[in-house]
Nanobody, 121 residues
Framework: QVQLVESGGGLVQAGGSLRLSCTAS????????MGWYRQAPGKQRELVAA???????NYADSVRGRFTISRDNAKNTVYLQMNSLKPEDTAVYYC???????????????WGQGTQVTVSS
């Protein structure tokens, strides 16, 4: 089985910073990509940032220039450095991974339980 565990969420004032971490554990052969999604009350879940095993990144327009995603492949861990936070960044942030459990399996999509980020004005 595979488990994704997030940490680093919390309450911060506008303009502040937080760093989210997510570690994948269990039976993992390879990870194609890891990323972060978020969902605010009454809104659809949206992609925040993602990074491939080769280091290619993708950001939502709303966070580009403020957030930075990085990855430690040896630790199966992805980070999201969030700077210049705004109240509209308030949401539950979910870690996501596309990975294979073994060399012949198809790529599966896995999710963490989420961590709350609240930005006050």
């Amino acid at each position: 089985q595979v488990q994704l565990v997030e940490s680093g969420g919390g309450l911060v004032q506008a303009g502040g910073s937080l760093r989210l971490s997510c570690t994948a554990s269990g039976t993992i052969f390879s990870i194609n990509s890891m990323g972060w999604y978020r969902q605010a009350p009454g809104k659809q879940r949206e992609l925040v940032a993602a990074i491939t095993s080769g280091g290619t990144t993708n950001y939502a327009d709303s966070v580009r220039g403020r957030f930075t995603i990085s990855r430690d492949n040896a630790k199966n861990t992805v980070y999201l450095q969030m700077n210049s936070l705004k109240p509209e960044d308030t949401a539950v942030y979910y870690c996501n991974a596309l990975l294979r459990k073994n060399s012949i399996s198809y790529v599966g999509n896995y999710w963490g339980q989420g961590t709350q980020v609240t930005v006050s004005s």
